[in-house]
């Protein structure tokens, strides 16, 4: 979606409702294609002082293997992001508070697929207490308990005898 600034930045009074979806199906991360439901972005845009203020909350399913035992897990994802959107800065330690629009023309998918990539946990667990695979036979710890001896032992235990 493609959205007009020239209004906001000219100091008009306006305000423009936000309300559609985003299809990024077809993104791939760490091999599997997790958006498994359009994104779905309500909201508004906003003239403020000679630029524009963004307000939305994306809503989408996301569906990823457990980091832990590889259960094929999803999750409901619901996020609020807000920018204001400027056409130039007078000072640039300003930069991190504004999102700097070259020309007149906001690609909102761009920037919605920027945010909810930012936004998306970078570990994904089924759930918290997640007990993960055996690392010996592989059986998921969460449905079977297994016989395998997994304590390691400390490869610098040697150092304990070592006298000084």
């Known amino acids: 979606m493609l ?12 305000s423009q409702a ?30 403020f002082a000679s630029s524009a203020e963004l307000n939305v909350e994306v809503r989408y ?9 590889l259960t094929l897990t999803r999750k409901e994802l619901c ?8 056409n130039k ?7 991190e508070d504004y999102i700097v629009i070259e020309g007149d023309e906001l690609d909102l998918d761009e920037l919605i697929y920027s945010d909810i990539i930012l936004l998306t946990p970078t570990k994904f667990l089924c759930k918290e207490d997640c007990k993960g695979l055996c690392p010996k ?4 710890k969460n449905t079977t308990e297994c016989d395998c001896d997994t ?8 150092l304990k005898n070592i006298k000084f």
Not at 30 to 44: A, E, I, N, R
Not at 137 to 140: E, R, V
Not at 151 to 158: D, L, Q, R
């Open 18 to 47: 936000i309300d559609y979806t985003v299809d990024l199906s077809e993104v791939e991360i760490d091999g599997c294609k997790p958006f498994v439901t359009p994104v779905q972005v309500k909201g508004s845009i906003r003239s």
């Open 61 to 69: 399913a996301y569906s990823m293997p457990c980091n832990r035992c």
């Open 89 to 95: 800065l007078n000072d640039e330690e300003d930069f």
């Open 151 to 158: 304590t390691k032992e400390n490869p610098f235990s040697f």
């Open 79 to 86: 996020h609020n992001i807000s920018h204001v959107i400027v």
């Open 3 to 14: 959205i007009d600034l020239k209004k906001y930045f000219s100091g008009e009074d306006i």
């Open 137 to 140: 036979c592989g059986c998921d």
